[in-house]
């Protein structure tokens, strides 16, 4: 057994301990936890492997995108060979300029199970596409006719607007 003490001599105290206790006092205080230069080499990594996999992700993504975007091609080839089927005739594009015919594309419309938006049309062939009674047909966005790369479809665009500025809600 070993103790700790003071010997004084005068004014000046010394400690005097044994071998042992040194030892044992370095043990239980030694610094537990991470240096800063860990640390910061731990982050440095993170951020390697986190700039590894973002790229992949997004290419993922795209692919993801690209195959949407073949197989919505493939549901409007789908659609021209069912009109050619039932109608014994492709789908015709618009007949005249006047904007009160329609275009391929809504003629499709019922093939691409969107039969809602095609019966939704005016059967009346005098009144025009911008007419109140025609903005269902006309301005519901169909998600086939979009590719997800390059923008999603939205109910502003000039369809068939004889290159009018669009009709918004009055």
């Known amino acids: 057994v070993c103790f700790s003490f003071y010997v004084g ?64 091609l493939k549901q409007i080839g789908l659609a021209v060979s069912l009109h050619a089927d039932t109608q014994k005739h492709f789908p015709s594009g618009r007949k005249t300029r006047d904007p009160y015919d329609v275009s391929w594309a809504f003629r499709l419309l019922p093939f691409l199970e969107q039969t809602q938006i095609f019966d939704a049309r005016n059967p009346d062939t005098t009144v025009p596409c911008w007419d109140p009674s025609n903005s269902t047909a006309f301005r519901t966005p169909v998600d086939t006719f979009y590719c997800p790369s390059r923008r999603s479809p939205a109910a502003d665009r000039n369809f068939d607007n004889n290159n009018q500025p669009p009709v918004g809600p009055d």
């Open 9 to 72: 001599v005068r004014t000046v105290f010394t400690r005097v301990t044994c071998p042992e206790m040194k030892n044992l006092k370095k043990s239980l205080h030694k610094p537990s936890g991470f240096t800063l230069i860990e640390l910061l080499v731990v982050i440095a990594i993170i951020g390697v492997l986190v700039g590894l996999l973002l790229p992949a992700v997004q290419q993922a993504r795209e692919a993801a995108r690209r195959i949407s975007c073949v197989n919505h």
